[in-house]
Nanobody, 124 residues
Framework: QVQLVESGGGLVQAGGSLRLSCAAS????????IAWFRQAPGKEREFVLA????????YYADSVKGRFTISRDNAKNTVYLQMNSLKPEDTAVYYC?????????????????WGQGTQVTVSS
């Protein structure tokens, strides 16, 4: 069993930065790949980026490449999402999710655990 809690969301101006955290409980956290997804009002949930259980592999959506970075600290059971050069179109609720294994891709299939989400609002 893994429980995920996101934090770090807020209101920021375009061009600014935020760092989201995804804190996990559970002794098996280190065996899960973690992804971030986001959902804007009236839109489908979309993949943002993911990191393998070891941190050795990452996968980014084209829309965030060069601006967002994912990292993890298994000793702290935490995954981080550093968001730079934020744009108004990044406004959404951001969710982290855990999937067993080391595969990282844009699929939303197979995620057993989800956090409650944290709101990110980017003003123009």
């Amino acid at each position: 069993q893994v429980q995920l809690v996101e934090s770090g969301g807020g209101l920021v101006q375009a061009g600014g930065s935020l760092r989201l955290s995804c804190a996990a409980s559970g002794r098996t956290f280190g065996t899960y790949s973690i992804a971030w997804f986001r959902q804007a009002p009236g839109k489908e949930r979309e993949f943002v980026l993911a990191i393998s259980w070891s941190g050795g592999s990452t996968y980014y959506a084209d829309s965030v490449k060069g601006r967002f970075t994912i990292s993890r600290d298994n000793a702290k059971n935490t995954v981080y999402l550093q968001m730079n050069s934020l744009k108004p179109e990044d406004t959404a609720v951001y969710y982290c999710a855990a999937r067993k294994g080391s595969v990282v891709d844009e699929s939303q299939v197979g995620y057993d655990y989800w956090g409650q989400g944290t709101q990110v609002t980017v003003s123009s």
